[in-house]
């Protein structure tokens, strides 16, 4: 088995695991979002498993080998742990913090810009 089959094979149980009911949002009325990624990181696959399936488009960053982008991260989040999540100028955290947000019913405006 490839590294490609495998990563997405452990994309599919994680992201099916969460017992999490997604609701789809219309891109064009989100705000930017950005992830600081490393390919080899399943909770990175599960983060962008989670905002894939809401139809959230987001800029991927990768420090895979880059040690200088990741340095850049780790000032900007005050972690260097991946990864990193940012919805507009809000950081949202790592993979933990989504998933909250999510069950919280937080992710949704603060998506949309709707979080009065």
């Known amino acids: 088995m490839s590294i490609t089959q495998w990563a997405g094979k ?10 999490l009911q997604v609701q789809k949002l219309k891109a ?3 705000a930017p979002v950005t992830i ?6 399943p909770f990175c696959h599960r983060a962008t498993a989670l905002l ?3 139809g959230v488009s ?3 960053i990768s420090v895979d080998s880059k040690p ?4 850049e991260m780790t000032k900007k989040a005050g972690s260097h742990t991946v990864p ?11 993979c933990d913090e989504l998933y909250a947000l999510e069950r919280s019913g937080s992710l949704d ?8």
Request: with cysteine.
């Open 36 to 41: 600081y990624l490393s390919a080899y990181c």
């Open 52 to 54: 894939e399936k809401k």
């Open 10 to 19: 452990l994309l599919s149980k994680l992201s099916g695991s969460t017992g």
């Open 28 to 30: 064009e009325t989100m």
């Open 58 to 60: 987001f800029d991927v």
């Open 68 to 71: 200088d982008v990741r340095q």
């Open 109 to 116: 405006p603060l998506l949309t810009g709707k979080n009065d």
């Open 84 to 94: 990193q999540i940012w919805v507009g100028d809000t950081h949202v955290g790592g």
